[in-house]
């Protein structure tokens, strides 16, 4: 059973904020709870097995041209940068 | 679009009749998002290749909605957001291409759940699209615009993206036929990303046969994703009448038992019967990792969500939000408050189930139920040609309804989200009307059986004759 303030700090680390605190989490609260029913599906020994995707169905690491500058489509930018909230 | 090819009428005639369709109708059912305004001029150019003689593709002008998530160069495309309230699509998606190399014409954008993270479409930010068989009641979601649009004559078909039943639901709630592909046999470049490794576009029309058209317009490799699979250019309409005698179909135990509603399971006994009077044989089968579904589907799908939505920090998409004052935690959280609910606590979510210390309770053993749920259906196909359910074990319920219960949503999905999660075909063909609300029958296929699974679809089409939608 997960805890309310679990559900808080990892709202915080998803870079979230949120008006109505306990709507939220009394709802996913209820999400996750739901998700217990996992426990019952007797799948602890399987293993998961990975496709391997070989490097030739990528397609080729190149520069493909492209007319619109899409920079210029940003909020923030001013000409010659985009302008950011601060780091520190 | 005959008509338009004979020269019966003009491909501008009949993009005008649709959009004065949309303006008669869509005040009420709020399928649009946007029109396009320059439908009628892109069907005068279109008139202008057929009588000046020039090639002109497979579509003649066909006017098609597209889910606000595709992207369409230069227009709008907010996936119901209002956190890409104003984004201008700089590029076409792959589907885009296709239909426009074959002249389609795009009559709008539809409305869906915000990111596509919904079954009702009561989660966009611009308001709900109402049933046009009822408008107290939900058109399904997340395509329900989509699905509107098609079932209220404002188009002809419609692309919308299948993440969990997307495609579906809303096929099955609004009386239309609704196609999920096989994982990877469309493109999904150019569709915002909500959870990659399960969804796909696809096709939403009135007919079988319509639904066959829209997928050998748009199926196909394509180098800009690298999940496609090559499908040697099948053509699916190519023997679509070829029937299902002598096919072995499996009635899935698991999505007809407790919750469904005695209507849904009245129509499912009911296709059945005209599936065996078709001539194939039917019997109960089980999928004992269904009852786990959808607890796996939406752990791996918050979990993907998560890490996509990562990217709306303001900075490279988003509003008018001025980042002086802000330190830069703070303005992407602050910024974030324009996700809507349902967006919001996916968000959560997604980071909760595959964080440290929870990965192995929860995202592993989700990762563990779909490649079990895999093998279990992949040996069901060894001995049956079909799979069989209805689409949405519930009618259609009113707006509103069931928006405060997460979990009672949830399990709306049970029938739809096996075909997302183990990567194989799934189409709903409407088959009934109860109360004034349609039902839909599910039928699955082996990977790659695209082609047969449109043969079945259109053969329990064939039996049935369903009354106009009462618009």
Known sequence: MVNEQEIEIVAKLMKIEIDDHKEYIDKVHAMIDYFDILDNAGVQDEEISMKDIPLSNLREDKHIPYEDKLIERLNNYKGTYVRAPKMI | ?471
């Open chain 2, 1 to 471: 679009m005959q008509e338009v090819q004979n020269g019966n009428i003009s491909a501008e005639d009949y993009v005008s009749k649709t959009i004065e369709q949309i303006n008669n109708v869509d005040e009420n059912l709020h399928a649009f998002l946007q029109i396009n305004s320059e439908a009628i001029d892109n069907a005068r150019q279109i008139d202008k290749k057929i009588k000046s003689g020039k090639n002109v593709g497979a579509c003649f002008g066909m006017p098609i909605s597209i889910k606000d998530n595709i992207c369409i160069k230069d227009s709008k495309t907010t996936c119901a957001s209002n956190m890409l309230e104003n984004f201008i699509a700089p590029y076409d998606a792959t589907v885009i291409s296709k239909l426009k190399q074959q002249d389609a014409i795009f009559v709008g954008k539809t409305n869906l759940d915000e990111f596509a993270m919904g079954l009702t479409t009561e989660f966009s930010a611009f308001g709900p699209s109402r049933n046009p068989w009822n408008l107290d009641y939900v058109p399904g979601g997340s395509s329900g615009g989509s699905a509107v649009s098609v079932s209220a004559f404002e188009c002809l078909a419609s692309l919308g993206s299948d993440t969990g039943g997307s495609v579906r639901n809303p096929a099955s709630f609004c009386g239309v036929v609704g196609f999920k592909p096989t994982y990877g046999l469309i493109s999904r470049f150019g569709l915002i990303s909500y959870a990659n490794s399960i969804e796909q576009i696809g096709p939403i029309a009135r007919t079988v046969k319509d639904t066959a058209f829209i997928l050998n317009m748009i199926a196909g490799l394509d180098p800009n994703d690298n999940t496609t699979i090559d499908n040697s250019n099948q053509d699916y309409l190519l023997g679509i009448d070829s029937g299902i005698e002598g096919k072995k179909i499996g009635i899935i135990k698991e999505m007809i038992g407790e919750g469904i509603d005695s209507a849904v399971m009245s129509a499912t006994k009911n296709a059945i019967s005209k599936f065996q009077g078709l001539g194939a044989v039917c019997e109960e089968v089980s999928l004992d990792m269904v009852k786990y579904s959808v607890a796996a589907y939406y752990t791996i799908t918050a979990t993907e969500a998560g890490s996509n939505l990562a990217r709306y920090d303001n900075l490279r998409y988003g509003y008018d939000f001025p980042v002086e004052g802000y330190e830069f935690n703070s303005y992407i959280s602050k910024a974030r408050r324009k996700f809507g609910p349902e967006v919001t606590r996916r968000m959560i979510l997604g980071g909760f189930v595959p964080s440290s210390g929870h990965a192995g309770k929860y995202f592993l053993k989700a990762l563990k139920v779909k490649q079990k749920l895999t093998q279990e259906i992949d040996q069901l196909f060894k001995k049956y040609d079909f799979l069989i359910a209805p689409t949405v074990p519930v009618l259609p319920f009113k707006i509103g309804e069931k928006i405060d219960d997460p979990v009672a949503l949830f399990l709306v999905d049970i029938n739809t989200v096996t075909a997302n999660l183990t990567g194989k075909p799934a189409i709903s063909v409407p088959f009934e009307i109860s109360n004034g609300l349609p039902i839909g029958i599910q039928i699955f296929a082996n990977s790659n059986d695209d082609k047969s699974l449109l043969q079945a679809a259109r053969a329990l089409e064939s039996t049935v004759k369903l009354p106009e939608v009462p618009i």
